[in-house]
């Protein structure tokens, strides 16, 4: 089980440069996320997939798009990047048992926009 | 608005001593209560969490206390060592809804 993955590990763009960042699971689990995380805000959720074949808006999804390609696979996409999306990216995956929700993620991608 | 307030931003302990972070929230309908410790450039992973219908759970080192009638929860961590120097992330959730995540406490174990 190699759990929750992404690539690429790091990432430098230059503005309005576009890139898709990939996470995988073969946990065969519903629900996927993908958060960004920085300094003093904690993660902040961009985007969510309950299931196969539906995505919803998080907290902070302006300037990206996802796709939840099949159970195991959801892509965050930048069209056009921009400064303010330098930050750390994390995908998670959700296995929900017995009432308990236990969310396990990914190493993250680091991405700079210049 | 952040839905999960967590304090303190930075802890510093000795080593053996008790590190205390504290969480607070606001929506009731929340049903799952977990704490994440996260290392330098990995992601974060799952500590120990509970449910409100408990007002404490023990794991090791690592013990939650629950306040339903406050609406706070904290991670206390028995015996801190220098291997617990981490940053730690208290969530809340609701079933079929997202995790809300607090703004991280980073630790700092002294030996």
């Known amino acids: 089980n190699a759990g929750v993955t992404q690539t690429p590990k790091f990432q430098v763009l230059k503005t309005g440069q576009s890139m898709t960042l990939q996470c995988a699971q073969d946990?065969?689990?519903?629900?996927m996320y993908w958060y960004r995380q920085d300094p003093g805000m904690g993660l902040r959720l961009i985007y969510y997939?309950?299931?196969?074949?539906?995505?919803d808006k998080g907290e902070v999804p302006n300037g990206y798009n996802v796709s939840r390609l099949n159970k195991r696979e959801f892509s965050l996409r930048l069209e056009s990047a921009a400064p303010s999306q330098t930050s750390v990216y994390f995908c998670?995956?959700?296995?929900?048992?017995?009432?308990?929700?236990?969310?396990?993620f990914g190493p993250g991608t680091r991405l700079t926009v210049t | 608005q952040q839905q999960v307030k967590q304090s303190p931003q930075s802890l510093i302990v000795q080593k053996g001593g008790i590190s205390i972070i504290n969480c607070a929230y606001e929506?009731?309908?929340?049903?799952?209560f977990p704490w994440y410790q996260q290392f330098p450039g990995k992601g974060p992973a799952l500590l120990i969490a509970?449910?409100?219908?408990?007002s404490e759970k023990k794991e090791g080192r690592f013990t939650i206390s629950f306040n339903k009638s406050a609406k706070q929860f904290s991670l206390h961590i028995m015996d801190s060592q220098p291997g617990d120097s981490a940053t730690y992330f208290c969530a809340a959730y609701y079933t079929g809804n997202q995790f809300y995540f607090g703004t991280g406490t980073s630790l700092t174990v002294i030996p």
């Open positions: 997939s309950a299931s196969e074949g539906t995505t």
């Open positions: 946990m065969n689990h519903n629900s």
């Open positions: 509970i449910r409100p219908d408990v």
């Open positions: 929506n009731t309908a929340f049903d799952y």
């Open positions: 998670a995956s959700t296995l929900k048992e017995g009432g308990l929700s236990e969310q396990y």
